[in-house]
């Protein structure tokens, strides 16, 4: 392994304190993320919901999130709005905690699109700050900022089922008070300003950045839509098929909680992988394995079921912000509105199919739709390897003299 440059290794200390504060801000925006899911058995049995209405609970906060996070990333791309994280991070604080004094459907409809919209809002400036300052090394520093939101998403539904089961429902709201405190915070020590200010230095035709890398967008839409369907009906579903075994809510939770804090820790390790062997290797293992591991797991009980999820989720949530890496590979000019891309393309996904696919578990059980929806991963593989495969480290090598030539 080659030996750092002097400008790289003085660059590492103002970069990874950076890149600290932006792990911490995912964190604090994520732990109210698994809210919902966790809570949609208790919601049902307060407002009488059937399958398909809890599902379109979830269908509406993904939606919401995801019709937004493309132009929130452009907006991240080219104006400095500073605040745009931190009010992001409150919204998705507070459109999760008030589903615990939502008087009605109607009510928890509109809470869940202030969460979508927050979601949207938070993301797509925060990753392409990290794409900024993670250097040559954005496989791992992608995998950081992730590994650092999914822990918070792992919490999120032990916790949402801990004050909702102990408390009660109500005191769920109580719980957005120190994410409006950390926002104020972050607003004030995070340099959300530094991406925008130095995109405009390369800043190319997004047009035209999407038209040459059309080929490319395209297969990584077509592994986000086995992924993202995949991750958003387990997320939705599982919690019942536990409930309809005989566990208690907080098993389902736990469930989920394993399967997500799972995924962030192979996140790091998938990250800093790729950029040593490249993305292509190591998402081709991710989806390879996803299916069997959740097959079996769905065909099991008890604590052998729950560390079968985790192993699923490990492999399946793992490799998530690799495909957010390999779209700001293409599109370097534009790495906000890539990650925005990314992950609206995502949650809109899961949002659509989360609805319908509650409706067919209604219709014709939830353990039959939840094998099936397991299959998809399959075919993600194969699309894997149609993926350039160029680690973060070589992608930046090449695409920095053109970058340095269009500043000069």
């Not at 379109?56 to 907006?75: P, R």
């Not at 059309?214 to 387990?234: D, F, I, K, N, Q």
Request: include cysteine.
């Amino acid at each position: 392994m080659s030996a750092q440059s002097p400008v790289a290794r003085a660059a590492v200390p103002i970069a990874s304190g950076t890149l600290g504060l932006l792990m911490f801000s995912h964190f604090a925006n994520d732990i109210y993320v698994n809210y919902l899911p966790a809570l949609l058995p208790i919601l049902s049995d307060a407002h009488h919901l059937t399958l398909a209405q809890a599902g379109l609970l979830v269908s509406v906060a993904t939606i919401a999130g995801s019709v937004f996070q493309s132009l929130f990333g452009y907006l991240a791309d080219s104006a400095r709005l500073s605040v745009m994280a931190p009010v992001g991070l409150a919204c998705t604080a507070l459109g999760s905690a008030l589903l615990g004094i939502a008087p009605s459907y109607a009510w928890l409809l509109a809470v869940v699109v202030v969460h979508g919209v927050g979601m949207a809002a938070f993301h797509p400036p925060s990753a392409g700050l990290v794409h900024e300052v993670s250097g040559t090394r954005k496989g791992t520093g992608m995998a950081g900022f992730g590994m650092a939101g999914q822990v918070g998403q792992s919490i999120s539904p032990i916790f949402a089922a801990f004050v909702a089961v102990t408390f009660g429902l109500r005191w769920v709201a109580a719980t957005a008070i120190p994410a409006v405190l950390v926002a104020f915070w972050l607003n004030r020590v995070v340099p959300w300003d530094l991406r925008a200010g130095r995109a405009r230095a390369t800043r190319v035709s997004l047009g035209v950045a999407l038209r040459s890398n059309a080929g490319g967008l395209a297969r990584l839409m077509g592994l986000l839509l086995t992924r993202a369907t995949l991750s958003h009906v387990m997320l939705a579903l599982l919690p019942f098929l536990f409930r309809a075994r005989g566990a208690p809510v907080t098993v389902g939770a736990a469930a989920i909680a394993a399967m997500v804090f799972a995924g962030a820790m192979s996140g790091l390790v998938a990250g800093t992988l790729s950029d040593r062997y490249g993305r292509r290797r190591v998402l081709f293992t991710s989806f390879a394995l996803a299916t069997p591991l959740f097959l079996v797991a769905l065909n099991t009980h008890g604590l052998l079921s729950i560390v079968l999820f985790a192993l699923g989720g490990g492999a399946l949530f793992g490799s998530s912000y690799l495909m957010t890496v390999e779209a700001q590979s293409l599109l370097p000019a534009h790495a906000s509105m890539a990650a925005g891309i990314m992950m609206g393309v995502g949650m809109g996904i899961g949002g659509v199919l989360v609805g319908p696919v509650s409706f067919l578990a209604e219709r014709f059980g939830i353990l039959p739709v939840l094998t099936s929806v397991s299959l998809l991963p399959l075919p993600g593989s194969v699309l894997t390897l149609s993926l350039t495969g160029e680690s973060a480290a070589s992608a930046d090598r090449t695409a920095r003299p053109a970058q340095d030539a269009a500043s000069r």
